[in-house]
């Protein structure tokens, strides 16, 4: 059975600061990974998706990396800032399902 | 926009009516899904649809029944409304049921409570 963990579950750093965020996964026989941000109160938006054929995707100062063989992938956040905080959500797809971590709760520090 | 649009944002009623949760994505995709966020804000899926048709239906009560029209619309219907039901429901869609494709669209959430 497929489980996602996220560590740490939260994590407070001031703003400027790189930081990466961790996300483990068991069966390594996955489609694709991906990373959602959600804010308090609000919906999931996506942030990135890495197939499972790939190693990192990017997207702005947001880089995923993907090792599927150890179960791993990271999300690294460049020159945070304020608007960062948030809850961030790794999610594992196969068999027509994803299976989401609980997610790592960030705040940035002004 | 392109978008999952979830109705309604906010739905609060007692204990035993019946309610529905409407979603509609227009972004082409054949599959669809409900997701139930708990207290926790633990996210664990409900249903899937595939072009209409139930792919996934994950151990929930019988007092819940998707219904999907056509490939762009999946309905949430819950009969006899308890406590516990109170969540945060999202519907997502998806291009490709086995891989998810181009990854997950998730809508806005509807934040259901039961009184």
């Known amino acids: 059975k497929q489980e996602v963990t996220q560590i740490p579950a939260a994590l407070s750093v001031p703003e400027g600061e790189n930081l990466v965020l961790n996300c483990s996964f068991t069966?390594?026989?996955?489609?694709?990974l991906q990373w959602f941000r959600q804010d308090p109160g609000k919906g999931l938006t996506s942030l990135l998706l890495i197939q499972s054929s790939q190693r990192e995707q990017t997207s702005g100062r947001l880089n995923a990396s993907l090792d599927k063989s150890s179960g791993r992938s990271t999300l690294y956040i460049a020159a945070s800032q304020p608007g960062d905080s948030a809850t961030y959500l790794c999610a594992v797809n196969r068999d027509d399902k994803i299976i989401f971590g609980k997610g790592t709760r960030l705040h940035i520090l002004p | 926009d392109t978008a999952v649009s979830q109705t309604p944002k906010y739905l609060v009623t007692q204990m035993g009516n019946d309610k529905s949760i409407k979603c509609e994505q227009n972004?082409?995709?054949?599959?669809m899904y409900w997701y139930k966020q708990d207290s926790k804000k633990f996210l664990k899926i409900m249903f899937s649809y595939n072009n209409k048709e139930l792919i996934i239906n994950e151990t929930v009560p019988n007092r819940f029944s998707p219904k999907s029209p056509d490939k762009a619309h999946l309905n949430l219907h819950i009969n006899s409304l308890e406590l516990g039901d109170s969540a945060v429901y999202f519907c997502?869609?998806?291009?490709?049921?086995?891989?998810?494709?181009?990854?997950?669209?998730f809508g806005s959430g509807t934040r259901l409570t039961v009184v």
């Open positions: 972004l082409g995709h054949d599959t």
């Open positions: 997502a869609s998806s291009q490709g049921a086995w891989t998810g494709g181009g990854g997950y669209t």
């Open positions: 069966d390594s026989a996955i489609y694709n």
